[in-house]
């Protein structure tokens, strides 16, 4: 689909050519497209396919192809690449992941994403233990990141859309500020604070989050203005140059894409 709320640095009114995957390879309880990650829900496609829907995104306008969840689908998304590359493909491929990635994954995208989008969503072991299901979230995303960088190199642009190199998001929920603040630390200290980085305030309770969370009753609730603050804040502080924010409006479920089949 063309997919028309993404940052501005990576779409403009052309939209991104977005191509959710089916399933994932976390299990976070407030998931927003929990119909597609948690299902086994969508049409399967043959790289050769995957290829035409690309190019066809393209001719539709799409400012990038838009890989959503793409990580245990990674060899074929990359043959598929490749054929579309070599039949005129031309957008930037971004790669949207949630970075729970092994680094030799990573390397084999080199030359066929243009874009590393990850989500970074967790700091601490036990927060992502009990929202995500893995203990060892950071641990391996920070390396995921850091083999991100080392591949795709810094971020760059074309006129004002970003046209490669490494972009990073975070959703910021609610009741877990710091760790926010520390997922914020260690990228000032391991990425160029010219980096984008987009402070996603969007958190609406969904999936298991809308019946409470056991530990995490803010789970339940929208982000407030002065969680939100406080991350921008630090952001700002730590002197990202790059920054990239949502406005309060941006919490509702209008935002969340309806999976047809979901
Ligand atoms: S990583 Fe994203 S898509 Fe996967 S379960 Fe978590 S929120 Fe859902």
Request: proline share 7%; hydrophobic share 45%.
């Amino acid at each position: 689909m063309v997919h028309r709320w993404e940052e501005p640095f990576l779409a403009g009114e052309g939209g991104s050519g977005a191509f959710f995957f089916t399933g994932c390879s976390l299990r976070c309880v407030f998931c927003q497209n929990h119909a597609i990650s948690t299902r086994d829900v969508g049409e399967d496609l043959t790289p050769e396919e995957a290829a035409v829907r690309m190019l066809s995104l393209q001719a539709q306008g799409a400012e990038n192809i838009d890989l959503v969840s793409p990580s245990h689908f990674a060899p074929g998304i990359a043959d598929a690449v490749r054929i579309a590359k070599g039949r005129g493909l031309s957008v930037p491929v971004v790669w949207n992941s949630n970075a729970y990635e092994k680094p030799e994954t990573l390397e084999r995208l080199a030359g066929v994403v243009d874009v590393f989008l990850p989500d970074l969503k967790h700091f601490d072991p036990q927060v992502a233990k009990d929202l995500c299901g893995a203990p060892d979230y950071f641990a391996r995303a920070s390396e995921a990141v850091r083999a991100m960088l080392r591949i795709a190199g810094p971020a760059r642009y074309h006129v004002d859309r970003l046209a490669g190199g490494l972009a990073v998001r975070h959703l910021c929920l609610p009741g877990l500020v710091p760790d926010s603040l520390a997922l914020l630390d260690w990228m000032a200290h391991n990425l160029p604070l010219a980096t984008p980085i987009s402070l996603m305030r969007q958190y609406t309770p969904m999936h298991r989050a809308v019946e409470g969370v056991p530990g995490y009753p803010a789970l339940s609730r929208r982000l407030v203005t002065h969680e939100y603050r406080k991350v921008v804040a630090r952001a700002e502080a730590l002197g990202f140059t790059n920054l990239w924010v949502q406005e309060k409006e941006s919490a509702s479920a209008r935002f969340t894409p309806d999976f047809p089949n979901g």
